[in-house]
């Protein structure tokens, strides 16, 4: 495979303003989260990403776009109350998320939609903070301990507060699925910025302000409590105090970071002050507290993340101390805002800044587990090619670029020198929404573009007599019943016929296109469109403690078409896929070639009618009495297999096997889920296809299913005969020939134990032991599971160790004592029994799927065909041998093993590489032929082919990206 390196294309990852998860951090919860758990990011652009952990995956399911001149400076989830069903059961209550920037609205997100779905606003000054209410709790009371409902009229959902720049503090209500005034609260006629605002109980707010205060309100009455003042700062500063940020622990007692770089805890009763901590440099922008509350992290200008831990006090001192354990630079810039969940099993803390990238530490495990960093590029790739023409697009806010890769050598002794790159186009989107979704056609003569709002399409021709190639873009005339309502996606099929629309509301239809007959004409969109209708799915049930986003689920996160465009498959965040196959009508006269904007006078009927016929041709759901089943997880890319030339089988007739105009070959679908769950099907009939099933998910190679960030793209290489299908992520590339099917059990286990022999040959060459308990300790760390953030510290490589073994004596006897794993205990103590019995179904259907796997290969290898795939066995890697001479018989024992492995090694069944960082997107070029020279420096299987695939990589690096200037520059 050829690749470019490309960096010269734009793109610039906004900063990270706020951050929320949708359900608070309970150490009571058991297992990993809730199914409904997601994290919102919101970013400088008015853009705002909904993350999925799931269980540690990092999922980045959708992306809600801003517009011009819009932020994202505050965040937050509420939950309506739970109302009553018709069973007499409680259904659950809707998980609602709201936002501020810049101005003085709240803004409530439709996440279905994935558009502003209201605003409130008033008389007051810029909205500069935002905070939910708690949720409500019954209470306990009585000896009994009976939980007592609510009261009488008493609203049991969540109010939001608004803190602003004129120092008044907005209650807003969230009652009847509304955003409502409530309450407007002003300490007094002094007009001081409100900066925080956090919740001490459900009728108690504690408000910051930056004139040195810190002041305290009843919601219910709007009374002013108490002012608890901060003091002057210190010398040769401003004298007032700024208040960034102010939390609550769960006894009420109050924690503020300040501009003086202080941490202080206030008393939850007579709001005196306990303590204070001077943890930064430079201000103190935000701060996170635990659900145990022995914990807290800070973060501030100085770039330093900041930890403290509450030590109990000495003999007859009843206070506890809080004191820093470790401080850490995660970001590169501000620490500006962070988040926080945690359940039995999981304790995180998000964190985020100027630097666009979120970084997810450990909390409960701070010091025992590596941090992880998310990336800060779309999970979706903005990028598209024409191969045929060379061009490469790009887009992000509202600008579109067009580039033109020129070819690189055809051999060694060409001159590379010059720019192999030139920006041929350029389309700034007018309006004030950023492009949700850009296609440029294969033939690289149509460019379609979609915001929330509206959709253009463009016709894209090179200029004559320019030597430099540059385009030449014009506005087409789009119908009004295409255009008006906006899309999240817009892809365009191969042959440059079709135009696929997804709605906001994750609606599809369909728009044919007419190409130019001559070229002065140019292409034209019919006003009739045709809807596709999804398979019906059944909605899945959350509890009424888990809240639920409504369909948000059912978004489409891609759509596809394939290589010969008569086939169309979209798939969904909650697994389920659906396929289409266009169809020939007979007997259906082709209505006349109308301009699109003439034919406005269509009825509805037949814009929304999905059998409607364009010339001829429908679009009809693939087997909708046997769909394709709902994969357990959310999909993250759709790619039809291309039908190479050798798979192409004429008949005796000369026809190649077609029904209704559709090849049998070419509806092949692979699908990629969020859990890397890599899925093959036939698209008309919804069966696993013959290379899936014999290839399950648990004969994957282990590499892969250990790869931490999700995949992100796919490219196929079916140059020379070949079959590959090449993966990647924002940091790995990754190939599978599916010439050959993955390791059987059986080959994996001969593989490991080859691999044990060297190892103890090596091993005894070495003449050098680890102590057992290290051994031990290393095997215990790599089968634990994390906390949701990285992996495991050794303890060897820990900087903080709390104690992880205690001895335990029994009777006088010291002698008698026994070591005991705290973290073992924890492990067996925290298991619940939902979790076991979650993982035990994992393990049956992990064998019954090796088991199944097994017989497949032997059927297709006994009774139908011979199986393609070839036993690979293990060579000894020299990079492991120790640096001393193993001994004469040592040596010959390595021999040997090595002389067991076949001389002539097979093709790779799949390789892997880390070389890459940052990629934005991989798009295909050409298939570009190699000379002689050339393929001698390649390797033997692929010098055997005559041509190649060329692909660009575009990489993105944060190292090129232009960053604020750090608030402290020189901080050591």
């Given at each position: ?80 109350p ?7 059961g ?26 502003p ?37 008493e ?25 409502k ?83 202080r ?86 964190s ?58 055809t ?26 979704s ?8 149509i ?15 090179r ?38 629309v997804?709605?906001p ?90 301009n ?18 364009i ?12 769909p ?85 793209g ?15 992520g ?6 599978f ?6 390791p059987?059990?059986?080959e ?5 134990s ?99 796997a ?5 059927y ?21 041998f ?12 390595l ?48 010098a ?29």
């Amino acid at each position: 495979m050829d690749i470019h390196r490309c960096r010269f294309i734009p793109y610039n990852p906004q900063a990270i303003n706020a951050l929320a998860f949708s359900h608070p951090p309970s150490a009571d919860l058991a297992g990993r989260g809730v199914p409904t758990l997601r994290l919102a990011v919101g970013r400088a652009n008015g853009d705002i990403e909904i993350w999925n952990p799931m269980r540690g995956a990092w999922f980045q399911e959708t992306v809600l776009r801003g517009g011009k001149d819009r932020s994202i400076e505050g965040l937050a989830w509420t939950l309506d109350p739970p109302e009553d069903g018709p069973d007499g059961g409680k259904l659950p209550g809707r998980l609602r998320l709201f936002s501020i920037g810049y101005s003085t609205a709240v803004t409530e997100w439709d996440l279905e939609q994935g558009r502003p779905l209201r605003h409130s606003s008033g008389n007051y000054g810029e909205i500069w903070c935002l905070a939910a209410q708690p949720r409500w709790q019954p209470t306990q009371r009585g000896k009994d301990g009976k939980l007592l409902g609510p009261a009488e009229g008493e609203f049991t959902g969540q109010h939001l507060v608004a803190g602003c720049a004129d120092g008044s503090i907005v209650v807003l209500s969230t009652a009847d699925e509304d955003l409502k005034f409530l309450r407007l609260m002003r300490p007094s006629t002094k007009r001081a910025r409100v900066l925080s605002v956090a919740f001490q109980n459900r009728h108690t707010i504690v408000a910051g302000y930056a004139d040195s205060s810190i002041r305290l309100f009843d919601i219910r009455s709007g009374q002013l409590l108490r002012t608890v003042s901060l003091g002057k700062g210190p010398s040769g500063g401003p004298q007032e105090i700024l208040a960034w940020s102010v939390k609550c622990l769960p006894d009420g007692t109050i924690v503020s970071g300040d501009s003086a770089g202080e941490i202080r805890f206030w008393d939850a009763k007579n709001y005196s002050l306990i303590q204070r901590v001077q943890g930064h440099l430079a201000d103190v922008l935000d701060v996170a507290v635990s659900a145990n509350g022995e914990t807290v992290i800070s973060g501030g200008a100085d770039q330093r993340t900041v930890v403290y831990r509450k030590k109990p006090g000495e003999a007859g001192d009843k206070k506890a101390r809080w004191t820093e354990v470790m401080h850490r630079r995660y970001h590169t810039h501000d620490v500006k805002t962070f988040a926080v969940y945690e359940t039995r099993e999981i304790s995180i803390a998000v964190s985020g800044g100027p630097d666009a990238t979120p970084v997810v530490l450990p909390l409960r495990e701070f010091g025992k587990e590596h941090h992880r960093k998310l990336s800060s590029l779309p999970q979706i790739p903005q990028l598209a090619s024409s191969p045929s023409s060379r061009l490469v697009m790009s887009f992000w806010d509202r600008e579109i670029s067009i580039w033109r890769v020129l070819r690189g050598p055809t051999s060694l002794y060409e001159n590379t020198e010059g720019r192999r790159h030139r920006l041929v186009g350029k389309v700034l989107i007018q309006g004030e929404e950023n492009i949700t979704s850009a296609m440029l056609s294969q033939d690289g003569k149509i460019l379609a573009v979609a915001t929330i709002s509206s959709i253009k399409v463009f016709s894209v021709r090179r200029r004559k007599g320019d030597e430099k190639g540059t385009l030449r873009i014009q506005k087409l005339d789009v119908p009004s019943a295409l255009s008006e309502d906006g899309a999240r996606i817009v892809t365009i099929s191969p042959d440059s016929r079709w135009l696929c629309v997804v709605r906001p509301n994750s609606d599809i239809y369909l728009a044919r296109i007419e190409g130019a007959s001559s070229p002065q004409e140019r292409p034209h969109l019919l006003a009739q469109l045709t809807k596709a209708n999804r398979a019906q799915r059944h909605s899945r049930h959350e509890k009424p403690s888990h809240g639920t986003l409504g369909n948000y689920e059912r978004t489409i996160r891609c759509a596809v078409f394939s290589k010969d465009s008569r086939v169309l498959a979209s798939g969904d965040l909650s697994g389920c896929v659906d396929t289409w196959v266009l169809e020939k009508v007979a007997g259906v006269e082709a209505p006349a070639k109308t301009n699109g904007v003439t034919d406005d006078e269509l009825s509805d009927d037949d814009d929304e009618d999905e059998n409607s016929v364009i010339e001829g041709e429908r679009w009809c759901l693939a087997g909708p009495d046997t769909p394709i089943p709902r994969l357990k997880s959310g999909v993250v890319l759709l790619s039809f297999r291309p039908q190479s030339k050798s798979d192409t089988k004429l008949l005796a007739n000369g026809t190649d096997g077609t029904t209704n105009g559709l090849p049998t070959g070419e509806d092949h679908l692979m699908v990629l889920t969020s859990e890397h769950q890599l899925v093959e099907f036939e698209a008309h009939s919804g069966k696993l296809s013959d290379w899936s099933r014999r290839n399950p998910k648990a004969c994957l190679p282990a590499e892969f299913r250990g790869v931490k960030d999700r995949a992100m793209g796919c490219v196929w290489d079916l140059s020379g005969g070949r079959k590959r299908l090449w993966l990647y992520g924002t940091s790995w590339m990754w190939m599978f020939d599916l010439n050959q099917d993955f390791p059987s059990p059986e080959e994996v286990e001969a593989s490991a134990s080859n691999q044990e022999r060297r190892g103890q040959l090596i091993k005894a060459s070495s003449q050098k032991r680890k102590r057992d308990d290290v051994l031990e300790e290393e095997e215990y760390e790599r089968k634990k599971p994390n906390s949701g953030a990285g992996d495991k510290i050794p303890l060897s490589q820990t900087d903080v160790s709390l104690g992880s073994k205690i001895r335990k004596v029994v009777g006088n006897d010291d002698s008698q004592g026994e070591w005991i794993s705290l973290e073992k205990e924890n492990r067996k103590g925290d298991a619940d029994e939902d979790e076991e019995v979650y993982e035990y179904d994992e393990v049956f259907a992990t064998t019954n799927e090796k088991a199944l796997a097994r017989f497949r290969r032997d059927y297709n290898a006994n009774g139908i065909e011979e199986s393609n795939a070839t036993p690979r066995k293990a060579l000894p890697d020299a990079s492991l041998f120790h640096a001393d001479t193993p001994s004469q018989q040592q040596q010959q024992q390595l021999a040997d093993l090595a002389a067991s492995v076949s001389s002539s090694q097979p093709a790779r069944r799949w390789w892997h590489t880390y070389k890459y960082r940052d990629i934005l997107g991989i798009v295909p070029l050409s298939t570009v032929s190699v000379d002689g020279d050339a393929a001698a420096d390649m390797d033997a299987a692929s010098a055997a082919n005559d041509s190649q695939l060329e692909v660009a990589v575009v990489e993105r690096p944060m190292w090129d990206v232009e960053l604020p200037g750090r608030y402290v520059r020189d901080y050591e």
